[in-house]
């Protein structure tokens, strides 16, 4: 018999959260010739779906409808508006419902947060968007987030990161189920990566953090931004503000939630990623630009926060 896939989507749901994930599943079904999968969209309650860009969906189902026989996976697409529906607890029993009599559950995008509303992912592993993963991390502290990842399988459990990563989980699913010589087939037809090279923090705009904290920190911070190529540390920046390197690491510990280090470290990657889009200079030039005193160090700070090189990223992002 077919697998049997549902994807939940709420009113304003993103529409390639829903769209994405079921053209993999459908040209899975067209390499093999015959339904390996059978496709469902559920709605909450009314079966005409408004997405966020209005375009319309007619579900198949509801989620109050009587659970079927056999269910292979059910996955909840992200929206813009996922906010409405956080404290709905009738909604959270019917994902409960359909979650545990399903062999596979999960999330696309913020689809993450209904799932840890329901009470579903405590004490497991899972992604979201960028944009939302501290808040997830925040409001529901055992769960654990994996920000940088574009999906994540924990046992039944399966989150993508956001939007277009629902392609990625759907074909990381696909491979799981039919084998990797149909995955990448189907991942060539799609013109997609079969396995997307770093993670989603490489597409994240939150690199270069806000001033924030005391004043005194807002002072250092600014100072540090407007020269960045200067051979910063822990101790110059301790300096600059007349405090012990201990009283600053506490600080930014205190303030930002992260030691002067991985802070500068963030803003210097940053900055060389903007220099990287534009494509004006050579790695080494942008290396020094960037306060780094080589090409090896920069690129070690990119696999670490970005899980790419900079010349991967240049190659992907650059104007």
């Known amino acids: 018999m077919p697998k049997h896939i549902i994807i939940l989507a709420v009113p304003g749901v993103q529409l390639l959260d829903v769209s994405g994930p079921l ?10 010739g015959r339904e390996v999968y059978k496709l469902s969209v559920m709605s909450v309650a009314d079966p005409v779906i408004v997405s966020s860009s209005g375009a ?13 026989d056999a269910l292979d996976t059910f996955l909840i697409a992200g929206a813009p508006v996922l906010d409405n529906y956080l404290s709905d607890e009738k909604l959270h029993e019917n994902i409960c419902r359909w979650s545990h009599h399903a062999q596979r559950f999960g999330s696309v995008c913020s689809g993450a947060m209904l799932l840890a509303a329901a009470g579903l992912i405590n004490g497991r592993r899972v992604t979201t968007h960028w944009t ?9 502290p055992q769960v654990s987030v994996e920000a940088d990842a ?13 939007v277009t990563s629902g392609l990625d989980l759907a074909l990381n699913m696909v491979e799981e189920d039919l084998g990797r010589e149909t995955a990448l087939v189907v991942a060539a037809q799609l013109v997609m990566f079969f396995k997307r090279p770093g993670g989603q923090l490489q597409f ?42 201990r009283h600053i690491t506490r600080l930014f510990n205190q303030e930002l939630n992260q030691s002067p280090a ?10 060389a990623r903007q220099l990287l889009e534009a494509g004006e200079l050579a790695v080494k030039q942008i290396a020094a630009e960037c306060g780094f005193s080589s090409v090896d160090i920069l690129r070690r700070a990119f696999v670490r926060q970005l899980s ?12």
């Open 308 to 319: 790419v090189t900079p010349s991967q990223y240049q190659k992907h992002h650059s104007s």
């Open 150 to 162: 574009i999906f994540i399988a924990d046992g039944e459990l399966r989150t993508a990161a956001g």
């Open 23 to 32: 053209d993999v599943f459908a040209e899975a079904n067209q390499q093999r």
């Open 262 to 271: 991985e802070w500068l470290e963030q803003q210097r990657v940053f900055y």
């Open 204 to 245: 994240s705009r939150h690199g270069q953090a806000s001033l924030s904290g005391r004043s005194a920190l807002q002072d250092v911070q600014r100072w540090v931004l407007n020269s960045l190529d200067q051979p910063h540390n822990v101790q110059s920046l301790a300096t600059h503000m007349g405090i012990s390197a």
């Open 56 to 68: 319309r969906l007619l579900a198949d189902l509801t989620l109050d409808a009587p659970l079927p």
């Open 132 to 140: 939302v993963a501290e808040r997830l991390h925040q409001e529901y």
